[in-house]
């Protein structure tokens, strides 16, 4: 990254832990991907009985009173407790000892999040308490808990932080974006490690109605979850709602091999651009989304032909999947039918600001294994859509030595983060 720089540092991913619908923690989750699980199903946490939309991929078999105490727990929103377990998961996989740490490493060593909604759900219940008199206590927390700086100032407090306390907000791409804003601090030696991924919770009733609202949510599959989140089939019908926690340790290359630590990968280039077009719609033409990646591999001196495998942001919608496919061929013309890509939200949903971590968890678990997961319920080929998506079967013996991980978010922004074996 930044090659127009003088003496950039190399950076690379050395931990990584996570909170999904299909598992918590990253052998888990990378088990429940391989096998083609999913995370949808009907929804636990509140009444859908009078609701269109029934379904959406919740974090259910997961301990939150073990993140926080009881008194904690009630003050914050649920995108804490979820970044709390992948941040200590993540910590604990580089190996690192931060309770160790001199004050000047504390100092050089930062926390980077991005998050969607972040605590909306948290406010939607204080406004409940406020404006229903439903007999439950308002939190003292609740402006600065519905905050989206909250989250990252909550890993910062947990474990001694004193670098620099970020929270990155574009909408899908926000944690691809927050991983770059992290990586580049590193790189420019502004920061020796840090913390980063994405966190959010957008399953909360007001929320669900506002996304139906835009008539961007599927309501074919209420009896058959499972099968509801279909990126790049033809029966596609919108996106399903989930949630997660997906965080990474980044540091250095050179302080990496000093301590011996695993490398997962390289952190090799980005790009990001916007179509400057539609609150919510992409333009039809692919052509920012293509720029995009194009930033990235130029950012990161890779050729289109040295890509393996593509993570796709494949939301289920009709417009975006077609959009999405459209922008892999301008971005790398022939070679785009040579490529592997397939789409993790299939399996957990679209956890909103934290699905560019999701997609990016999974491509190193697939570089590091060998092993692409399946793009599943991909049962009628569009002849829009008509790349290599890894329809339903896991790709075994799949070398990647380069990949790329593709976002799309509203406001028509675009992220793409290329990744390399060291």
Same mark, same amino acid.
């Given at each position: ?30 088990? $429940?991907?391989?096998? !083609?699980?999913? =995370?949808?199903?009907? &929804?636990? /946490?509140?009444?859908?009985?009078? +609701?269109?939309?029934? *379904? ?99 890993? $910062?407090?947990?474990? !001694?932080?004193? =670098?620099?306390?970020? &929270?990155? /907000?574009?909408?899908?791409?926000? +944690?691809?974006?927050? *991983? ?243």
């Amino acid at each position: 990254m930044f090659k127009n720089f003088t003496n950039p540092r190399r950076v690379v991913i050395t931990g990584f832990g996570c909170v999904t619908p299909i598992g918590v923690g990253k052998d888990a989750y990378w088990e $429940s991907l391989k096998t !083609g699980k999913s =995370g949808v199903r009907k &929804i636990e /946490s509140f009444d859908v009985s009078d +609701s269109a939309v029934k *379904i959406a991929a919740e974090v259910l078999d997961f301990d939150w009173k073990a993140e926080l105490n009881i008194k904690d727990i009630r003050h914050v929103p649920r995108t804490v407790p979820l970044a709390l377990r992948s941040a200590r998961e993540a910590v604990k996989d580089s190996g690192i000892e931060i309770e160790n740490f001199t004050l000047e490493e504390r100092q050089n060593f930062g926390v980077v999040l991005g998050t969607g909604g972040g605590g909306l759900s948290f406010t939607e219940k204080q406004y409940k308490s406020w404006f229903t008199q439903d007999g439950t206590k308002a939190s003292v927390y609740t402006i600065p808990s519905s905050t989206h700086g909250g989250l990252s100032s909550e890993l $910062s407090m947990v474990f !001694g932080l004193h =670098g620099l306390s970020h &929270i990155v /907000s574009t909408g899908c791409t926000s +944690s691809t974006d927050a *991983i770059a804003y992290a990586a580049q601090h590193i790189s420019l030696g502004k920061q020796d490690m840090m913390l980063a991924g994405g966190s959010d919770s957008p399953i909360a009733r007001g929320i669900l109605e506002g996304f139906n609202l835009m008539t961007v949510l599927t309501k074919d599959w209420n009896d058959e979850p499972a099968k509801a989140s279909r990126p790049f089939s033809k029966d596609r019908s919108g996106i399903v709602l989930g949630e997660g926690a997906w965080v990474f340790v980044l540091e250095t290359l050179e302080n990496a091999k000093k301590r011996g630590a695993k490398i997962y990968a390289e952190i090799k280039g980005y790009g990001a651009t916007c179509d400057a077009y539609h609150r919510v719609r992409l333009e039809e033409n692919g052509v920012e989304p293509a720029r995009a990646m194009k930033l990235a591999l130029e950012d990161s001196g890779v050729s289109p032909e040295e890509i393996d495998y593509v993570n796709l942001h494949g939301t289920s919608t009709q417009l975006n999947d077609r959009i999405e496919t459209q922008a892999i061929k301008n971005a790398f013309d022939k070679h785009s039918y040579k490529l592997s890509t397939s789409a993790t939200k299939s399996q957990i949903g679209h956890p909103q600001g934290a699905c560019g971590a999701a997609g990016i968890g999974a491509t190193l678990l697939a570089m590091n294994e060998n092993i692409i997961a399946p793009t599943i319920n991909l049962d009628i080929p569009d002849e829009f859509c008509d790349l290599d998506y890894t329809p339903n079967n896991a790709k075994e013996n799949a070398e990647i030595n380069t990949a790329l991980c593709n976002c799309i978010g509203f406001g028509s922004k675009n992220s793409a983060l290329i990744l390399g074996k060291v």
